[in-house]
């Protein structure tokens, strides 16, 4: 009894230490961006046009929506309509959905870097697009795929089936049961796949460097390059003549990305309720 008493003793101790190392880790990275970065906010950051003297970061921040919004167009479509085929129509036990679920998780475990290295070489070079917007939204489309895709099969997959036996009682066929019946249920968690997908996004260097390029201008078209705000980060401080820009540039990311986290996470937390409730 007492040894049981110990080990559990010894456990739960480092649960909380590995807890409390996590918590302070984090909060020293956050403490310590802002103490560099917040003081060297200001408007000349947020000028419409870039030039050594500004630093802009607004025009990354433009390219970096544009680049979200076209990924989440490519990606979006083919992930969802993936995990749909996937849950309600593939045969359990299929070796292609196999084939495609390995192939899934094998995309989300390739390094990012890599990602760019194909995305260079395909629609850079091969397809002639050169260093511009569509070619990085190409690139990384590719890369949130397996997110979008899995979280969208998981939100299926936890659909009650007394759902679908009711609207096939009711005489709906396959098709309108899975559009007008199943993903909506599935909504709430798959919008949490796509938040996810977006701060990833928002996040992404490796990638963009070798097709987006990092032209610090917001293009006329999206053939045109464009460099995005953590790309702009990494120039600025490769530079090395406007490191308290860089340090600024991390603060305004860093609270898109805690924004975009706290957004997903607050999606999962309805999602759960809800099915709770349902």
Do not use: C
């Amino acid at each position: 009894m007492k040894s049981g008493k110990m080990q559990s003793a010894v456990l739960r101790s480092l649960v909380y230490i590995a807890a409390s190392t996590t918590v302070a880790v984090l909060a020293f990275i956050i403490g310590y961006i802002l103490f560099k970065g917040v003081p060297h906010l200001s408007w000349k950051l947020f000028s419409l046009h870039y030039t050594s003297d500004n630093v802009s970061m607004l025009p990354a921040m433009v390219n970096t929506v544009s680049i979200t919004v076209l990924s989440l167009l490519i990606a979006a479509p083919v992930g969802i309509f993936s995990a749909i085929y996937l849950v309600e129509y593939a045969r359990k036990g299929n070796r292609f959905v196999s084939i495609i679920r390995t192939t899934a998780e094998t995309l989300a475990g390739i390094p990012s870097i890599v990602y760019g290295l194909f995305g260079y070489l395909m629609f850079v070079v091969a397809l002639g697009w050169g260093y511009s917007l569509i070619a990085g939204a190409a690139t990384l489309a590719i890369m949130i795929l397996p997110v979008i895709m899995r979280t969208t099969e998981e939100a299926l997959k936890s659909v009650p089936d007394i759902y679908r036996e009711g609207s096939f009682g009711l005489g709906a066929g396959k098709l309108r049961t899975v559009f007008k019946i199943v993903l909506p249920s599935a909504v709430p968690g798959i919008l949490a796949g796509v938040v996810l997908s977006v701060g990833r996004i928002v996040g992404e260097t490796a990638a963009l460097i070798y097709t987006a390029g990092t032209v610090a201008q917001i293009p006329s078209n999206l053939a045109e390059s464009g460099r995005t705000m953590s790309v702009h980060m990494y120039s600025l401080w490769k530079e090395g003549f406007n490191a308290d820009a860089s340090y600024a540039t991390a603060v305004v990311l860093l609270i898109i990305v805690i924004g975009l986290n706290t957004l997903s996470a607050y999606v999962a937390r309805r999602f759960t309720k809800g099915k709770i409730d349902g």
